[in-house]
């Protein structure tokens, strides 16, 4: 049920977006690094910290007039958490395609601020220990972030930071200890714009 709603909330944002007359739209490529946890998270005998991972994909941003805009995106993400004690160390990996849907205000000189909901969708299996765990599949977050943008060149440098929403562990996990806990993800991206762009209308 709270997915059902979830996309019909981003479908409408989409939609919304998509039918503005002043709305100029812009396609790109978007990519970077990932630095992840798993916030709550306890694993029999492990200390668990953080692991560095990468993001790509593309975007669309629908320009609603000289400093605001709405850009849904799609990127794949290879998160998660990195398990350590003093004999050992091992990557919990998990890999998403993530949806991100973020308002973004901004100003005149090229500086962003940006924010917005996301859902993530985890993509193959999880292992600890060569033993297989159960996590749920679905994610949501909230992200905020800001950044630069050359408004006629159209690359971009931005950092953003993801907020679990909704826990991700099972109840039925083997080595993890807890189900409550959830995803965090600092994100440092670059991304070119390819097509539309220009002056926008006032």
Same mark, same amino acid.
């Given at each position: 049920?709270?997915?059902?709603?979830?996309? *019909?909330?981003?479908? &409408?944002?989409?939609?919304?977006?998509?039918?503005?007359?002043? &709305?100029?739209?812009?396609?790109?490529?978007?990519?970077?690094?990932?630095?992840?946890?798993?916030?709550?998270?306890?694993?029999?005998?492990?200390?668990?910290? !953080?692991?560095?991972?990468?993001? +790509? #994909?593309?975007?669309?941003?629908?320009?609603?007039?000289?400093?605001?805009?709405?850009?849904?995106?799609?990127?794949?993400?290879?998160? #998660? *958490? %990195?398990?350590?004690?003093?004999?050992?160390?091992?990557?919990?990996?998990?890999?998403?395609?993530?949806?991100?849907?973020? *308002?973004?205000?901004?100003?005149?000189?090229?500086?962003?601020?940006?924010?917005?909901?996301?859902? #993530?969708?985890?993509? #193959? @299996?999880?292992? +600890?220990?060569?033993?297989?765990? @159960?996590?749920?599949?679905? @994610?949501?977050?909230? &992200? $905020?972030?800001?950044?630069?943008?050359? %408004?006629?060149?159209?690359?971009?440098? $931005?950092?953003?930071?993801?907020?679990?929403?909704?826990?991700?562990? @099972? !109840?039925?996990?083997?080595? +993890?200890?807890?189900?409550?806990?959830?995803?965090?993800?600092?994100? +440092?991206?670059?991304?070119?714009?390819?097509?539309?762009?220009?002056?926008?209308? %006032?």
């Amino acid at each position: 049920m709270k997915k059902s709603f979830l996309a *019909a909330g981003v479908a &409408a944002i989409l939609s919304l977006a998509a039918t503005q007359t002043q &709305a100029q739209v812009s396609l790109g490529l978007k990519g970077g690094a990932n630095v992840s946890n798993l916030n709550g998270l306890t694993v029999n005998n492990f200390e668990t910290n !953080a692991t560095v991972g990468f993001h +790509i #994909g593309g975007y669309a941003a629908f320009n609603l007039g000289r400093n605001f805009a709405i850009q849904p995106e799609l990127m794949y993400s290879t998160q #998660g *958490a %990195k398990l350590e004690n003093s004999t050992s160390s091992e990557n919990l990996k998990l890999n998403y395609f993530n949806v991100p849907v973020m *308002a973004k205000f901004i100003t005149n000189s090229g500086f962003y601020f940006e924010a917005g909901p996301q859902v #993530g969708f985890r993509t #193959g @299996d999880v292992t +600890i220990n060569s033993s297989q765990e @159960d996590l749920k599949s679905g @994610d949501f977050s909230v &992200a $905020g972030g800001l950044g630069f943008v050359g %408004k006629k060149q159209g690359f971009g440098l $931005g950092a953003r930071y993801n907020v679990g929403v909704s826990k991700i562990g @099972d !109840a039925n996990s083997t080595a +993890i200890q807890n189900a409550d806990y959830k995803n965090g993800v600092l994100q +440092i991206s670059l991304y070119m714009r390819l097509f539309g762009g220009g002056k926008l209308k %006032k």
